[in-house]
């Protein structure tokens, strides 16, 4: 049974600080990492995806692939309120095409 | 670009009844997945379509199916329906990476809202 698990928090920040976020899993297999970001009562948006070892930087955004510690992280920058949502990091399960599992997702709340 | 668009976004069924749900996928995205969001478990994988063929499957009774369209257009049935299918549907578009290493850029739709009563 493929598994990805995370701290579900909630993770409390205050505004401007940095926030991180870890996500590991168990299939060792598994080629490409997802975070998705979910406000309540609407659907996940992406925020990145990473394939390789080391780190990926989109704005505020960095994710960090450690595939030998099967280890995934997000790190927020200058963490804003509007960044309070919960994070859901999601692990391609390994086949071809799109066969995601995902964690049960940390919530962050960020503190003005 | 228009984004996942599925329909309808809210539905109420009976116990025992089937529904039909659908996905319109971003143009230029050939893979369309389908995932159940509930409180006690989350975000689960149900399959995955791609050039009209199922390609990938997750842990479902078989109550559960799917198709796709020429157009990439995906539909999800349930038949029987269960209390316990209440849930948030989502359905999620992809381009593939050139590498086979699987989905980039996969995105959701809104979801449709599935109370069984």
């Known amino acids: 049974q493929k598994e990805v698990e995370q701290n579900s928090g909630p993770l409390s920040v205050p505004e401007g600080a940095i926030a991180s976020l870890n996500c590991t899993y168990s299939?060792?297999?598994?080629?490409?990492f997802f975070w998705y970001r979910q406000y309540s009562g609407k659907s996940p948006e992406l925020i990145m995806f990473i394939y390789s070892n080391g780190d990926k930087e989109d704005g505020r955004f960095t994710a960090q692939l450690n595939k030998a510690s099967q280890y995934v992280s997000l790190l927020i920058r200058d963490s804003q309120p509007s960044d309070s949502a919960t994070y859901l990091c999601a692990v391609n399960g390994g086949n071809y095409g799109q066969n995601f599992v995902f964690g049960p997702g940390t919530r962050l709340s960020v503190l003005p | 670009k228009a984004g996942v668009t599925q329909t309808p976004r809210y539905l109420i069924k009976t116990r025992g009844q089937q529904v039909t749900l659908s996905c319109s996928p971003i143009s230029g995205h050939r893979s369309v997945s389908w995932y159940q969001q509930t409180p006690g478990q989350g975000l689960q994988f149900l399959f995955e379509y791609f050039s009209e063929t199922q390609r990938n499957k997750g842990n479902f009774p078989g109550r559960f199916s799917g198709r796709q369209f020429s157009n990439s257009r995906s539909e999800m049935n349930v038949s029987t329906l269960e209390l316990g299918d209440s849930a948030l549907y989502l359905c999620?578009?992809?381009?593939?990476?050139?590498?086979?290493?699987?989905?980039?850029?996969?995105?959701f739709g809104q979801g449709t809202r599935l109370t069984v009563v």
């Open positions: 999620a578009s992809s381009l593939e990476d050139e590498g086979g290493w699987g989905p980039t850029e996969a995105f």
């Open positions: 299939d060792r297999g598994s080629q490409s």
